[in-house]
């Protein structure tokens, strides 16, 4: 069915008419990569679609183009990871906020499911604010459910929110169940016996030091209850901001 949010589905004249009442396009951002033997590859970018969905039924906004791989070096020792340079990412996302600011976009929203895109972004978000004079703010999603969600999952800390856990885990079965394969789901301790004991450092372990298979945390925990519910509050968080922030 086609979803009249998404740029890549309309017409060049549908979506002439339509920038004419809208300045505020959603960039969802995602990866491929190690995702738990429970989820695909593309969980990142699965999931950024849906949220960014769901976010722009309730705002007057375009959905523009998926930046669907991202800077996942520190996975890169797990089959199927692909990654980009940072310099890469940095281009593509240049010329896509190039092409939407001559459209006549002001107000940027990035929807972005991975860590290590979110210091590009924000790089390029600052600098094109200055030089435009246009709005730009990111929802690093995985960050951004932790304090919103303390109510809803039953761990704290990385236990719950760790990589392909309980909060992962948990949207994954709301928003696509189809793609969840619960018989391979497991609790992972982090193997790496220095993870954690330092958490005020930043450090660079590779991820392969801290899981043998991508999981990071309780995913047992996870439940399609639990993601409805992390994703209705999230959503509607970002709506929240967006209408405050953007006026759409």
Same mark, same amino acid.
């Given at each position: 069915?086609?979803?009249?949010?998404? !740029? =890549?589905?309309?017409?060049?004249?549908?979506?002439?008419?339509?920038?004419?009442?809208?300045?505020?396009?959603?960039?969802?951002?995602?990866?491929?990569?190690?995702?738990?033997?429970?989820?695909?590859?593309?969980?990142?970018?699965?999931?950024?679609? #849906?949220?960014?969905?769901? /976010?722009?039924?309730?705002?007057?906004?375009?959905?523009?183009?998926?930046?669907?791989?991202?800077?996942? +070096?520190? !996975?890169?020792?797990?089959?199927?990871?692909?990654?980009?340079?940072?310099?890469? &990412? +940095?281009?593509?996302?240049?010329?896509?906020?190039?092409?939407?600011? *001559?459209?006549?976009? =002001?107000?940027?929203?990035?929807?972005?499911?991975? +860590?290590?895109?979110?210091?590009?972004?924000?790089?390029? #978000?600052?600098? &094109? $604010?200055?030089?435009?004079?246009?709005?730009? #703010? $990111?929802?690093?999603?995985?960050?951004?459910?932790?304090?919103?969600?303390?109510?809803?999952?039953?761990?704290?800390?990385?236990?719950?929110?760790?990589?392909?856990?309980?909060?992962?885990?948990?949207?994954?079965?709301?928003?696509?169940?189809? &793609?969840?394969?619960?018989?391979?789901?497991?609790?992972?301790? #982090?193997?790496?016996?220095?993870?954690? =004991?330092?958490?005020? /450092? /930043?450090? &660079?372990?590779?991820?392969?030091?801290?899981?043998?298979?991508?999981? !990071?945390?309780?995913?047992?925990?996870?439940?399609?209850?639990?993601?409805?519910?992390?994703?209705?509050?999230?959503?509607?968080?970002?709506?929240?901001?967006? *209408?405050?922030?953007?006026?759409?």
């Amino acid at each position: 069915m086609k979803n009249t949010n998404w !740029l =890549k589905e309309m017409s060049w004249t549908e979506f002439d008419e339509r920038r004419k009442n809208c300045d505020t396009v959603i960039i969802p951002g995602g990866a491929i990569e190690v995702y738990g033997p429970h989820m695909p590859l593309g969980s990142d970018s699965i999931v950024s679609a #849906a949220i960014c969905e769901l /976010v722009a039924q309730k705002v007057n906004a375009v959905i523009g183009p998926m930046i669907e791989v991202g800077e996942s +070096a520190s !996975l890169y020792q797990f089959p199927g990871t692909v990654k980009i340079m940072p310099e890469t &990412y +940095a281009a593509i996302t240049r010329d896509i906020m190039n092409s939407m600011i *001559k459209w006549g976009f =002001k107000n940027f929203m990035f929807i972005n499911m991975h +860590a290590g895109n979110v210091p590009i972004i924000g790089q390029i #978000a600052r600098e &094109y $604010q200055r030089e435009y004079g246009i709005h730009c #703010a $990111q929802i690093d999603w995985w960050r951004f459910t932790q304090p919103n969600t303390t109510d809803i999952c039953k761990n704290s800390g990385w236990m719950a929110h760790g990589h392909a856990s309980e909060c992962g885990t948990s949207v994954m079965m709301y928003l696509h169940p189809e &793609y969840v394969d619960t018989t391979k789901i497991e609790l992972v301790k #982090a193997q790496n016996p220095k993870f954690g =004991k330092f958490p005020d /450092v /930043v450090t &660079y372990y590779e991820f392969r030091d801290n899981t043998y298979n991508g999981i !990071l945390g309780d995913a047992t925990l996870a439940s399609p209850e639990k993601g409805k519910a992390i994703v209705e509050k999230c959503v509607n968080r970002i709506v929240e901001f967006m *209408k405050f922030e953007f006026g759409c």
